[in-house]
């Protein structure tokens, strides 16, 4: 005679094969090496394209909305394509892409504008800290694609905005770690404005991909002004 199930049991069944569908659920996501198309920036040399990839794949591996293919996997594939940098995308080698690899979607991220603002005003400076009067701020920008792997067309793109400063960003609100080249610059402007990046990417993507609906009403809205600033900046005769 069979036994039943117990109800706990039950429950882990239960449980194991919700988590199982969930996770089939989720968009498969490969983080390509960001590129930067701005001269002269003091923090970027040739491993931060790396390091800003590892660390939006952590912060988009922390959503649990995602299934992330680790770069260990997904970087030997994108160097044999020339794929390893953004835009270089075509249905071919992206179809080999998410084959070899399992990606459905290949993100890329390229930094496109970045500024600093410095102002002392008052305060009381000791030993290069400067206390009270004092508000450093930073600006940055990235155009992001997201690739479908499956028929190599742009499936998302978006310039995405973030600024950081003193008083800005809520630094609490990175769920990643910092490592490699940019871990000298974590409490800096440039720093912070990294994070909100990322943050602001990673938001950008669970809401574009996974949420939906009303969600992009307030991304629809941040591109309208983006947009709005770019022409009351251009002055024309």
Same mark, same amino acid.
């Given at each position: 005679m069979r036994k039943s199930l117990q109800p706990s049991m039950l429950a882990l069944f239960a449980f194991t094969l919700s988590?199982?569908?969930?996770? =089939?659920? /989720?968009?498969?996501?490969?983080?390509?090496?960001?590129?930067?198309? @701005?001269?002269?920036? *003091?923090?970027?040399?040739?491993?931060?394209?790396?390091?800003?990839?590892?660390?939006?794949?952590?912060?988009?591996?922390?959503?649990?909305?995602?299934?992330i293919v680790e770069r260990a996997n997904l970087e030997p594939v994108l160097r044999e394509q020339d794929l390893a940098q953004a835009g270089r995308v075509d249905p071919g080698t992206a179809a080999q892409v998410g084959e070899l690899t399992g990606a459905q979607y290949l993100v890329q991220g390229t930094v496109s504008a970045y500024e600093e603002a410095k102002s002392t005003g008052g305060g009381i400076g000791f030993r290069g800290i400067r206390v009270g009067g004092r508000k450093d701020e930073a600006y940055i920008a990235v155009d992001l694609r997201v690739v479908d792997t499956t028929s190599g067309q742009v499936a998302y793109t978006r310039t995405v905005e973030a600024r950081a400063g003193g008083r800005g960003f809520d630094v609490g609100a990175y769920r990643g770690g910092w490592s490699g080249n940019l871990s000298q610059y974590e409490a800096t402007p440039a720093g912070k404005a990294i994070r909100a990046i990322l943050v602001e990417i990673t938001d950008y993507l669970?809401?574009?991909?996974?949420? =939906?609906?009303?969600?992009?009403?307030? *991304?629809?809205?941040?591109?309208?002004?983006? /947009?709005?600033?770019? /022409?009351?900046? @251009?002055?024309?005769?």
């Open positions: 988590a199982a569908l969930g996770a =089939q659920d /989720r968009p498969t996501l490969g983080v390509a090496e960001f590129d930067n198309h @701005v001269g002269g920036l *003091y923090w970027w040399n040739s491993g931060v394209g790396h390091d800003l990839s590892d660390m939006l794949t952590n912060e988009l591996a922390a959503t649990n909305a995602f299934t669970e809401c574009a991909m996974v949420v =939906q609906g009303t969600c992009m009403a307030e *991304y629809d809205a941040k591109e309208d002004r983006r /947009r709005e600033g770019l /022409r009351d900046a @251009v002055k024309l005769d």
